[in-house]
């Protein structure tokens, strides 16, 4: 748990200084809740095989450990998550919660009784397994705060006041959808301190972000290459934080997708990598390959480096200063 100092990864609890670079949104999997074991081939062959390359090639790198960001509507696996992190060595760090996909089964279905199930998977574990979540995420998209995403964000911050955990959440940074959220943090009374606002890097609003730091919380810059937003400007809006000393609250990574349905081409045939690998063949390397190295080009130090994938993500998952 969060407030002993130990993270719950999918291999057991570990330490801060076991953490080490840190990469703090990125998916081993996403696809729909239990695709992999009803219809897997839909994900290609030789799923964990790839998936353990892909990871050992990072860690060959020097990623020591990612935040695995699939909640059970994205397909959360949590045999694939220990195999993955067994093949390859990096520690992978999974959440629970819930991302957008709130099916109308749920209809009714109040905070409270969310809140119970997220505390059980933080303290017991993924039902039939023994793997923990480390991590609690929530999530709103342009539609805003929706009904049953307010629901599931006040299920998770009541699952954190409970357990300590920390929140990821999903948010719009165009419509400034954080604002909302961050309300209905205040009123649940979670500490924004253990708030992270992913996607921030959507945009290159200096003020907004500002905003969302002086709340409190961190900034997850967690998409790169990304859309609409170019990679460099994502990075200048990165450098430009840091030099206005919010360094130690943002967390750069990428929002990877490993495997993902491959979908059939015109002529029948199946593609060797799906749609997203085009937009990102380094996958997991890209921040290594280019962000890391546009940094040192424009004035950012090792220690800086450090601080950006080690020392705040060590701080932010364990709460420990």
């Known amino acids: 748990m969060a407030t002993s100092g130990l993270v719950n990864s999918v291999m057991g609890p570990i330490s801060g200084d076991q953490l080490g670079f840190t990469l703090m949104h990125e998916h081993v999997m996403v696809a729909a809740s239990g695709l992999y074991d009803a219809y897997p081939d839909l994900l290609g062959q030789d799923r964990e095989a790839r998936a353990i390359a892909a990871l050992s090639e990072a860690k060959a790198a020097g990623i020591d450990t990612i935040l695995d960001a699939t909640t059970f509507d994205l397909g959360r696996n949590a045999e694939l998550l220990v195999a993955a992190s067994k093949g390859s060595g990096v520690n992978i760090i999974n959440v629970t919660g819930w991302w957008l996909d709130v099916p109308r089964f749920l209809t009714g279905v109040g905070p ?74 205040r009123e649940e009374g979670v500490d924004l301190t253990r708030v992270k606002i992913d996607h921030s890097n959507d945009t290159t609003d200096t003020e907004y972000l500002t905003w969302i730091l002086d709340q409190g919380c961190y900034l997850g810059l967690d998409r790169y290459p990304g859309r609409h937003v170019s990679p460099h400007m994502r990075t200048v809006t990165l450098k430009r934080l840091m030099d ?15 495997l993902h349905v491959h979908n059939e081409l015109p002529d029948g045939s199946m593609p060797d990598a799906h749609a997203f690998t085009k937009s990102n063949p380094d996958q997991y390397l890209y921040m290594h390959r280019h962000v890391i190295p546009d940094l040192k080009a424009m004035g950012a130090t090792e220690a800086d480096i450090r601080m950006l994938f080690v020392e705040n993500p060590r701080r932010f998952l364990t709460g420990a200063e």
């Open 244 to 258: 206005a000393g919010w360094g130690h609250r943002l967390c750069p990574s990428h929002d990877c997708i490993c």
């Open 112 to 185: 409270n009784q969310m809140a119970r199930e997220f505390v059980r998977d933080i303290e017991e574990g993924f039902r039939g397994t023994g793997v923990k979540a480390g991590m609690l995420k929530c999530a709103a998209d342009f539609e805003g705060v929706t009904p049953p995403l307010e629901t599931m964000a006040r299920a998770v911050a009541r699952a954190h006041r409970e357990t300590g955990a920390p929140i990821m959440v999903h948010s719009f940074p165009t419509g400034q959808v954080a604002r909302r959220q961050i309300a209905i943090f």
